[in-house]
């Protein structure tokens, strides 16, 4: 026996491949320079045949594998030996031995003539062979000469030992000499343990008499229990009789019971469903409250200011009638007072123009006696005044030309006078004119005030009008609102329960498919079949859904190339699975039905469009409806179609009978239903709360424009009262501008 070939890779210095082979079967001398890789070449031997490479870390199995400076890295280096094997050292009647350890980060395996090995497997093999663990000194490592000359003689002596396999014999002999202390002390235990069992023995004698006598007792007691069981057991017996026939009493009964049952579960999910129609119906309600109550609050606030108003009003008013009172008994004083002195002065007026005439007479009197006293006076000083009679001449005629200066002067004061007096009547006169141009033009602005006030007034009742239908379509919008809000709840609580009953990537897939129809504008793209019929009855609704299955939810489309787009946009999205039914490829056969009354063709109780006959044929073309489960069995080979009875039970043209329980509660029918149902009211309610806010929007701009032609009327209102104040003003001012003038003009009159 000699090692053949040796083939290591990945192993320390060795990365690539390395087969070494021609070994000597007696002696091989390794040579070369220093890191050529000879202590690798060595290591790599006991890696596979000794122990020094067992029981490491993934960190020392990381130390072993080649680590070169290129880019890649080695995960893993195995180590083949080929053993010449003539000599059948190693008993596996072969003439050569393959041993190969592999190593990696993760693993450490060993292989036997290519045959995958355990580690103890090859170890067991390799002591076989004389490779023991016991006497490692079959591979002598670089240093271990050195070390033997310089060792002590207790370690040569451990040395020879070892390599003369004494060593394994110290070992066992060790070894015995503890079991033989371990079984002295087991054999003290078992001394013990046999008094111990003989003291129990003579307790147990005792215990037999004792158990003689219970077993002859617990015989008469088993045989008393035999006879009772028998008893009881004839009388369960009979009762199982009887529970035999109320079980196929009831057996009879089941279906008229799942019937029953099945009703009522139709009656729950009705009252559910107005249930949910009612709570719609009474949040319509709250949300009209709320507006009601908002509006009502609105109101009281309004009726309290006004009423606070006619409170301030009334309290004036009480106020203004104790005025009102306390003036009126003061103006009917003063009346009596001014009656009083009228008529006194009624009395004394004659008196007064006597007195005034007879005034005005003394004073002409006494004027003209004062001036013929002063002429008086003159003549009397004159008298010695002048010297002759020229002077006094003289004098004479300088009076006389004085008194006519005198006299120019008040003639010229009397024309300048005059003059004075027709500039006044004048002013008096455009005063006058002015006067009536600003009565005109108040009562011009006055006109347009009450015009601007009653436009105004009319532009306010048409908003107020047009602010409560406002409020009436509010009131509707949020009723709507609610109700759409409702649809689209239980619209989206229908697609989840008709979700559940397909798988989640045929869901995706009909999400997806309407989408990318609606986006991308294909046409032909008609929707699940389920969408495109209605069952005439409900009666067969359970047949409908069986035979339907999971065609219920394939695409119907008009061409292949039609599917072929929407697929390859699913594709790309990477959204769900669906199948699509194009009509052009669909290859219909007619079908003949039986012609009687107790077998009801299928396709007959659905209601669709006729172009799309050909799908229809293709899923329910083939089943009829009977009555039982025997007339279907009957037809199906007579006819060589499928029937099924109203419960759901089918029988397959080839003889398969399937059905059982259907759970009416999991019904795809009343869920397709109910999921078309909401469907249809979702769309009618969005369209009639479109068309609503569409009326709203119209109506609202013409209230903003209302409420503008009403702030720009208030404006020139404003505007009117503003300039109409001016106005008055100067009305005032020219009539007491005029009332002067006039007195003046009186009494410029009076002096002339």
């Known amino acids: 026996m000699h090692i053949k070939t040796l083939t290591i890779q990945g192993f320390k210095s060795y990365r690539d491949q390395i087969v070494l082979d021609e070994f000597s079967p007696r002696h091989n001398v390794v040579l070369g320079r220093n890191g050529a890789g000879k202590s690798n070449f060595f290591a790599a031997i006991r890696f596979v045949l000794s122990d020094a490479y067992t029981s490491m870390s993934r960190e020392e199995r990381q130390l072993l594998l080649h680590e070169g400076s290129g880019v890649t890295s080695t995960m893993s280096a195995y180590v083949e030996i080929v053993f010449d094997n003539s000599d059948h050292r190693f008993p596996t009647g072969k003439d050569e031995l393959v041993i190969r350890r592999t190593i990696g980060t993760k693993k450490d395996e060993y292989s036997l003539d290519k045959k995958s090995s355990s580690k103890a497997d090859v170890m067991n093999l390799l002591e076989s062979a004389g490779f023991s663990k016991s006497n490692p000194y079959y591979i002598?490592?670089?240093?271990?000469?050195?070390?033997?000359?310089?060792?002590?003689?207790?370690?040569?002596?451990?040395?020879?030992?070892?390599?003369?396999?004494?060593?394994?014999?110290?070992?066992?002999?060790?070894?015995?000499?503890?079991?033989?202390?371990?079984?002295?002390?087991?054999?003290?235990?078992?001394?013990?343990?046999?008094?111990?069992?003989?003291?129990?023995?003579?307790?147990?004698?005792?215990?037999?008499?004792?158990?003689?006598?219970?077993?002859?007792?617990?015989?008469?007691?088993?045989?008393?229990?035999?006879?009772?069981?028998?008893?009881?057991?004839?009388?369960?017996?009979?009762?199982l009789e009887e529970v035999e026939e109320e079980r196929q009493q009831e057996s009879y009964n089941n279906k008229e019971r799942r019937d029953a049952s099945a009703m009522r579960e139709k009656t729950i999910q009705a009252l559910e469903l107005r249930i949910r129609e009612k709570e719609q119906e009474k949040a319509v309600l709250l949300v009209t409250r709320r507006e009601l109550e908002a509006e009502m609050s609105q109101l009281i606030k309004a009726k309290t200011e006004v009423e606070c108003v006619v409170a301030d009003m009334q309290s004036n008013q009480s106020q203004s009638a104790n005025q009102r009172t306390s003036m009126e008994a003061q103006l009917a004083k003063i009346q009596k007072n001014l009656q009083f002195k009228e008529v006194e002065m009624m009395e004394l007026e004659p008196e007064w123009d006597t007195a005034q005439k007879d005034a005005r007479e003394l004073r002409q009197s006494l004027e003209t006696s004062q001036a013929r006293l002063q002429i008086l006076y003159s003549k009397q000083g004159r008298l010695g005044q002048f010297a002759s009679m020229a002077e006094r001449d003289q004098f004479l005629k300088g009076e006389i030309k004085a008194l006519k200066d005198y006299q120019k002067k008040q003639s010229q004061a009397l024309e300048e006078l005059k003059g004075t007096a027709q500039e006044t009547k004048e002013h008096i006169d455009e005063l006058g004119s002015r006067e009536s141009d600003l009565q005109e033009s108040l009562s011009s602005r006055q006109q347009q005030l009450k015009d601007l006030e009653d436009a105004l007034g009319e532009k306010k009742d048409l908003r107020s009008a047009k602010t409560e239908r406002r409020k009436e379509l509010w009131r509707e919008d949020a009723k709507l609102e609610t109700t759409v809000g409702h649809a689209r709840d239980e619209l989206r609580t229908a697609e989840r329960t008709l979700a559940t009953m397909m798988d989640k990537d045929t869901a995706n897939g009909l999400l997806a498919v309407d989408r990318i129809a609606e986006r991308l504008k294909i046409p032909g793209v008609y929707g699940p079949l389920y969408r495109l019929f209605t069952v005439r009855s409900r009666i067969f609704n359970t047949p409908v859904e069986v035979t339907g299955g999971t065609s219920l939810f394939h695409v119907v489309v008009d061409t292949d190339e039609t599917a072929t787009r929407v697929l390859k946009a699913m594709l790309e999205e990477r959204v769900g699975r669906v199948t699509f039914v194009p009509l052009n490829r669909l290859r219909v056969k007619e079908v003949q039905y039986p012609d009687v009354e107790e077998v009801e063709p299928l396709i007959k109780q659905l209601e669709y469009d006729p172009k799309f006959e050909k799908a229809f044929q293709q899923v329910f073309g083939k089943t009829c409806v009977c009555k039982d489960l025997a007339l279907a069995s009957k037809y199906a080979r007579s006819h060589d179609l499928n029937t099924i009875t109203i419960e759901g039970d089918k029988v397959d043209r080839k003889g398969a009978i399937s059905g059982g329980y259907h759970d009416v509660r999991r019904s795809r029918m009343d869920a397709i239903g109910t999921y078309r149902h909401w469907k249809t009211r979702f769309v009618e309610e969005s369209e009639k709360s479109t068309k609503l806010k569409a009326e709203i929007t119209p109506l609202e701009q013409e209230i903003t424009h209302l409420s503008g032609e009403i702030q720009i009327d208030s404006s020139k209102r404003m505007r009117l009262l503003d300039s109409r104040e001016p106005l008055l003003k100067e009305l005032a001012t020219v009539q007491r501008q005029k009332d002067q003038l006039e007195d003046k003009l009186a009494k410029q009159r009076t002096e002339m």
């Not at 078992?190 to 129990?200: A, H, M, Q, V």
């Open 140 to 239: 002598v490592p670089q240093g271990r000469i050195t070390s033997l000359t310089n060792a002590k003689d207790h370690e040569r002596l451990a040395l020879l030992k070892e390599v003369a396999g004494t060593k394994v014999y110290e070992n066992r002999r060790s070894e015995s000499e503890k079991i033989i202390d371990e079984t002295e002390s087991k054999q003290a235990k078992i001394d013990e343990l046999l008094n111990y069992i003989e003291d129990r023995l003579q307790e147990l004698e005792d215990e037999k008499e004792e158990l003689k006598e219970f077993q002859q007792s617990d015989k008469e007691r088993r045989c008393l229990e035999y006879a009772l069981h028998s008893r009881e057991l004839q009388e369960v017996t009979a009762a």
